[in-house]
């Protein structure tokens, strides 16, 4: 999961990396009190988990209280790239000399950590990894063997920061790296990492995605549960308990099973169409597990097929089809339905969902006329 930018610098702050002070508001009022407790000069930054608020006027400078009211007025309820403001970060300002740009994150290819410094910061990593790919100095890093300070300042001196901020720079660098790996991140990135004029190093911005499976490990993260930014959909089978994303097409998919799930997104594809989803409704197909799948596809004003693939193991086909017809006893559905049922009971299943068969609810003998029938629905040509 992803977090804001503030959330992400108090982590930073728990592993001792410096970071501005600053407070978060969700109202100019509540904003303009923040900055005359931090003093003036302060940033007001909109807190919205994209790249780019600074170009989008989401990050303003304010020299006195009369500033700070008209910027927190005009930055909170901004749409910064379809993600409306709603909470404002208010920080002590910082003097700039320089900005850097430092992460690290998973090189999955080299089965190895990698960190990437470069001493131009503040602009997109991508546009300089396009434009001037040295000025980027990677490193990789074995788990096992961890980051040492010698490395970390060769790396340092590698991407040719100021020599007054070397020393800075190892020491967050190290630091950042230890959040990372205990903290469970897929991603810690500061952009931009600055020098002050005073040569003191500093992370003006936070960027933070944790890795969802290790939350248990940190009871403390399901503080973030609360303000993840998920899409209508997506809200809807988190509130269920379903494993669920969201995609682009217009087949809804409900499957058993990640592995099937992913292979019933592959074989509507194949087959010329494009799914809307996936979900995993995982080991039992009862009523209420279908009923909640059904409810979060049907509410996708994309979906025009549904396809439910199931195939029975512990879960028995008379168990999935009691699940589906008493589902669709509870849920109007706005789309026809294809089903696929194999495995455990598979004919005893199907028997139960033959007198429920139309033109709206169908039955295909295999996965693959399933999806080209799921497709055909849906109007996909191919
Ligand atoms: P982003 O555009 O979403 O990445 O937001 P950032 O937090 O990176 O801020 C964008 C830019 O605003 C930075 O690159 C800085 O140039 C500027 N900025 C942010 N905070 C301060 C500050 O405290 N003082 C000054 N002078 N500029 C700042
Ligand atoms: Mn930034």
Redesign the pocket.
């Known amino acids: 999961m992803d977090l804001f930018?503030y959330q992400g610098k108090q982590l930073f702050a728990r592993y001792d990396i410096p970071v501005?002070p600053g407070e978060a508001v969700t109202d100019v009022e509540a904003a303009v009190a923040a900055a005359n407790r931090i003093g003036y000069?302060v940033?007001l930054?909109?807190q919205v988990q994209?790249?780019?608020?600074?170009?989008?006027g989401?990050?303003k400078?304010a020299a006195n209280e009369a500033e700070a009211r008209e910027h927190a007025t005009s930055i909170i309820g901004l749409d910064i790239k379809g993600h409306i403001v709603h909470i404002l970060w208010v920080?002590?300002?910082?003097?700039?000399a320089e900005?850097y740009y430092a992460s690290f994150t998973l090189d999955r290819a080299a089965k190895k950590y990698l960190g990437m410094l470069s001493a131009q910061?503040?602009?997109?990593i991508e546009v300089v990894a396009e434009k001037d790919p040295d000025a980027i100095a990677k490193i990789h890093v074995d788990p096992v063997d961890g980051l040492d300070e010698a490395t970390c300042r060769a790396w340092v001196q590698a991407a040719g920061l100021n020599p007054k901020a070397v020393d800075g720079a190892v020491d967050i660098l190290l630091k950042l790296y230890t959040c990372y790996v205990e903290g469970d991140a897929d991603l810690v990135e500061i952009?931009?990492l600055?020098l002050t004029p005073d040569d003191r190093v500093h992370a003006?911005?936070a960027?933070v995605t944790l890795d969802d499976s290790a939350v248990f490990r940190h009871p403390d993260y399901e503080q973030y549960d609360a303000t993840q930014v998920r899409d209508e959909r997506e809200q809807a089978a988190h509130e269920r308990g379903l494993q669920y994303v969201g995609l682009d097409g217009y087949v809804g998919i409900i499957a058993n099973g990640a592995g099937l799930a992913m292979a019933t997104v592959d074989i509507v594809s194949q087959v010329g169409g494009e799914a809307a989803n996936f979900l995993d409704i995982g080991g039992g197909a009862n009523a209420e597990v279908m009923t909640g799948a059904l409810e979060v596809i049907n509410n996708d004003p994309k979906v025009r097929s549904i396809f439910i693939n199931i195939f029975g193991g512990i879960t028995k086909g008379e168990e999935v089809a009691n699940g589906i017809v008493a589902a669709l006893d509870r849920v109007k559905i706005a789309a026809p339905i294809v089903i696929r049922l194999d495995g455990t009971n598979a004919d005893e299943g199907r028997a139960i969902l033959e007198p429920h068969l139309s033109e709206r609810l169908q039955l295909q003998p295999t996965m693959l006329e399933a999806a080209r029938a799921a497709a055909a629905l849906a109007g996909a040509t191919l």
């Open positions: 930018e501005s000069p940033v930054k909109a994209v790249g780019g608020r600074g170009k989008a989401g990050v400078l920080e002590k300002a910082s003097d700039i900005e910061g503040g602009v997109e952009n931009p600055i003006l911005d960027k």
